[in-house]
């Protein structure tokens, strides 16, 4: 009943306890088993919440007998990425800086998370300030697929926990292809929200202008549900979107039949494993017998788009830790410190010039959407790299990892597009690959659909990492 429980979808763990099959109670106990069994293989999680997590499944089962249902997330265990304020428990962003920091106040996405029901289970681990590397004060987590691997982005810890069964959705945030990276190399669900959809007040910043929040979980519709709750303009965030919300599972079972997809045309500076590549194209083939039209679609440089997006982050980055950096610049990782002290030599001229280009890009990807429902392009270049592996070669030249893992994403964290992630596939060594969704900015619930459509056609999110299945 246990492995039943923790690796059920977080729709059918609703249901469940909607109907008082289980009880939140025995959710979060098994929940927390599981993490005792395989959570330091991982290195998942900075801090549990097992004795809160407790006290309120037992105050929603109290209520669940009263006959009161908050909805699809009463008594789901949800984490989130430890840059996110949480009351009463500390958020330490990864850094030995914030290590003991507790807030007083939770993040306004984790208010509405609370009222909708979910129990807040456990902090996941991060690269420091979500943003270079993992602190040796944290460590790296280990992919479940292969715990000598990466998870390759700073929401890992929440990539990694969902991936395992350590919780049924995670929250984590992207600036330049943080959730979704992540998600990719653990071969789960990762969405990140039109900008504006979701509040980042109480999330600590990398980039004012780019940062998203977004969940991540096993399958498309959970994704749905969780954003669903946390959605929706917010006072403390003047960049939330204050459109009215649509209902993002309204639609999400139409399928694709009639629809029209672009995929990414071939640009000049690709550089891709011919694995992923070869999915990808699988990939596009489904799409076409279940009834979509596909056309190609030219997007700005992608190269140049990372570049663009690393000169605004940089900057903002440095921006937001100058009195760190002036009073306890030895505490970050080197890596981090670097990058962040590079940020500082950023010049206006160039902040400004970067800024110009993503209002053009912007408008780019608008006009290559224009004749389209959706774009559908790869997530990432490459399979899960090895803990510590600085290059990779992708089509016969040598590239940074982290350049090379970057190459998909960071265009729409730029123009604010929604972008989702979903498994596509698996290399030969035994890896996920991922398929990325891009819709028209705040069309968010057409992008569940299409990427739902390939997910009920296929069987890939319905596959074990092997360290779960050596523990069934």
Not at 151 to 170: F, I, K, N
Not at 175 to 197: E, H, M, N
Not at 342 to 367: K, L, N, W
Request: net charge negative; with cysteine; proline share 6%.
């Amino acid at each position: 009943m246990s492995d039943e429980l923790v690796f059920a979808s977080l729709t059918e763990l609703a249901a469940m306890i909607r109907s008082r099959a289980v009880s939140p109670v025995d959710v979060v106990r098994a929940t927390l088993e599981h993490i005792e069994r395989i959570g330091s293989a991982l290195n998942c999680y900075i801090t549990i919440m097992g004795g809160e997590a407790e006290k309120e499944a037992e105050r929603l089962e109290q209520l669940l007998g009263e006959g009161a249902y908050l909805g699809p997330l009463h008594g789901v265990p949800i984490s989130l990425k430890d840059n996110i304020c949480t009351a009463g428990t500390r958020t330490t962003a990864g850094s030995p800086i914030l290590e003991h920091w507790v807030p007083d106040q939770d993040a306004t996405a984790v208010q509405r998370l609370k009222a909708a029901g979910a129990i807040i289970i456990a902090k996941a681990n991060l690269y420091e300030f979500a943003f270079g590397a993992p602190h040796t004060r944290f460590g790296p987590t280990h992919n479940p697929w292969d715990l000598d691997r990466s998870c390759a982005g700073s929401s890992s810890g929440s990539a990694a926990a969902v991936a395992a069964g350590l919780c049924h959705a995670s929250i984590g945030t992207d600036t330049g292809g943080s959730i979704r990276i992540p998600a990719t190399l653990c071969g789960i669900v990762g969405s990140k929200p039109t900008y504006g959809l979701v509040s980042r007040a109480g999330v600590i910043p990398v980039s004012y202008n780019m940062d998203h929040v977004g969940p991540m979980t096993r399958t498309v519709p959970d994704a749905a549900v969780v954003l669903q709750a946390m959605a929706g303009p917010d006072p403390k965030d003047s960049t939330t979107v204050p459109a009215t919300l649509p209902d993002f599972l309204s639609i999400i079972e139409d399928g694709v039949q009639g629809l029209r997809i672009g995929i990414l045309a071939p640009q000049a500076t690709e550089a891709i494993q011919p694995e992923v590549r070869e999915a990808v194209r699988r990939a596009y083939a489904v799409f076409d017998r279940e009834g979509a039209t596909l056309s190609e679609v030219v997007l700005p440089d992608l190269t140049q788009a990372r570049t663009v997006n690393w000169v605004i982050c940089g900057a903002e980055a440095a921006e937001y830790h100058r009195p760190y950096l002036r009073t306890r610049a030895g505490d970050y990782h080197p890596v981090v410190r670097a990058l962040l002290e590079g940020g500082e030599f950023i010049p206006a001229t160039d902040y400004i010039h970067a800024q110009r280009v993503r209002r053009r890009f912007t408008e780019e990807v608008r006009s290559a959407l224009a004749g389209v429902d959706v774009l559908i392009l790869p997530a990432a270049a490459l399979e899960a790299y090895r803990i510590g592996q600085r290059t990779v070669m992708l089509d016969g030249l040598e590239e940074d990892v982290l350049q090379a893992n970057t190459r998909y994403t960071p265009l729409f964290d730029l123009t604010g597009h929604p972008a989702l992630v979903l498994p596509c596939g698996f290399s030969s060594t035994g890896l996920p690959i991922g398929l990325q969704v891009v819709g028209k900015p705040l069309d968010d619930a057409r992008v569940f659909r299409v990427a739902r459509a390939y997910e009920r056609a296929t069987d890939w999110h319905t596959r074990r990492s092997r360290l779960t299945a050596n523990q069934a």
